[in-house]
């Protein structure tokens, strides 16, 4: 059995996309996450206001989109920053260290 050497130094020639390091979310996690309906996701997803993807028969949406969305309207961002993700905000800003 002979043994064969590879080259360690080559280069991957594949540029690395913005989309690669999205977080695609479901339905109910999105809901979640925004503190809303997740109605009110759907419907956001037929009106085309939400970036998403279709597995099977499963929606996947952007955490971004959902942030976007949920900052579009007044009653969405209130609901996002006293039920959702964005109660969390001030919590992460104290918590992290100053250099």
Not at 43 to 69: H, P, Q, T
């Amino acid at each position: 059995m002979t043994a064969t050497k590879t080259n360690s130094k080559t280069e991957d020639k594949s540029p690395i996309r913005k989309t690669d390091k999205q977080i695609w979310l479901s339905v109910s996690e999105s809901a979640k996450l925004g503190g809303i309906d997740g109605k009110t996701i759907r419907r956001a997803i037929k009106n085309k206001k939400l970036k998403y993807k279709v597995g099977g028969n499963r929606y996947a949406i952007r955490l971004s989109s959902i942030i976007e969305f949920c900052h579009d309207n007044l009653k969405l961002r209130n609901k996002f920053y006293s039920q959702g993700l964005g109660q969390y905000v001030e919590k992460f800003k104290k918590n992290t260290p100053t250099k």
